[in-house]
C-alpha cells in the first residue's frame, strides 16, 4: 500500500502534496515545522511523503498526525496505511480501519476505495458486501474508474476479475507478494497502471525488496506512457532527490503533466506553487 501524496497507491497509493516555497531556494518542506503544517497542510503532506521515501516513519506519521488532528483527510489515509503495513508501529487493523473510515469521510477517495477492497476480499477486515457496495460507490462517484469496476463484479465470482483486479484482490487480502508478481506481469506487457503500483510496493517494500531507484525507474516508465498517479510520483522524487538527482525544472513538468489529468495533488500542489509566485512577486 502505498501512501497518498495528497495519497499512496489507493495505497499504494497512495500521492502528497508541495514543497513550501519555491520562491525561497533555501527553504524546504523538509525544514518546515508544526506551525508551518497547521498553515499549509498541502506542504505537511509533502515533508511527510518525503520522510516516507525514507523510511523514516516515526517523522512522517508526526506531520500526518498533527494533520489529522484538524480533520486533514490525506493525513488520515496515510497514517491507515502505516497502521494496516505495519510501517514503523505493529500492524493494526482495527486502527487502520478506524483511520480509513474517517479519511473517507472527510472525502478522501483513495480511503473509500481501500475500504470497499478491504470489506470486498474479507481477509484483512470480515466481509462486508454492503460496505464494500458503499464505498466502492462513493469512490466511484469521485471519478475512479477500478472503483466502478469492482462495483461491476462485486458479488461475481473469483474468475471473473481481470489479471489487474486479481493482484488489486490479492493486495488487499494482504498477500503481496503474489500481487507484486501479477502486477509485474502485467508491467511486462505495458500495463501502466500495474506498472505504477508496482512501484510504489518497491518504494515501501511490500512484497519486494525495497528500493527507490527502482521504484523511481517503474515510476518513469509509467509517467511516460501517460499515469497521472506515476507522473505525480516522479515529481515528488525529482523534487527532493529521492530515487531520482534533484531537478526543480523536470519536478515542476510532471507535476503540470498530472495536473492536467486533474490529479488531485498535483492540482493542489500547483495552486500552491502560483500562490507562492504571487506572494514573491
Known sequence: MRPEAGRPPRRSGAALALLLALAS???WAQDSERGDWLRNPAMGNYK???????AHYAAAREVWETLAGIGNGDALFNLGILAEDGLGEPKNMPKAETLYT?????????????????????????????????YLTLAAEGGDKDALATLALLEQPTGSRTRFQQAEWLG???RHAEAAGLYRELADTGDRQAQSRLAWMHEAGQGVERSLPEAARRFEIAAVAGEAEAQYALAVMLRTGKGREKDLAQSRV???????QDHPAAMAAL???S???EVAR
Open 275 to 277: 500562490s507562492l509566485d
Open 48 to 54: 511527510a511523503y518525503a520522510e516516507f521515501k525514507m
Open 172 to 174: 488487499a487480502s494482504g
Open 254 to 260: 510532471w507535476l503540470r503533466r498530472a495536473a492536467a
Open 25 to 27: 531556494p533555501g527553504l
Open 102 to 134: 474517517s479519511a473517507a469521510q472527510a472525502g478522501n477517495f483513495k480511503a473509500r476505495y481501500r475500504l470497499g477492497m478491504l470489506y470486498n476480499a474479507g481477509a484483512l477486515l470480515p466481509r462486508n458486501v454492503e460496505k464494500a457496495r458503499l
Open 271 to 273: 495552486r500552491a506553487e
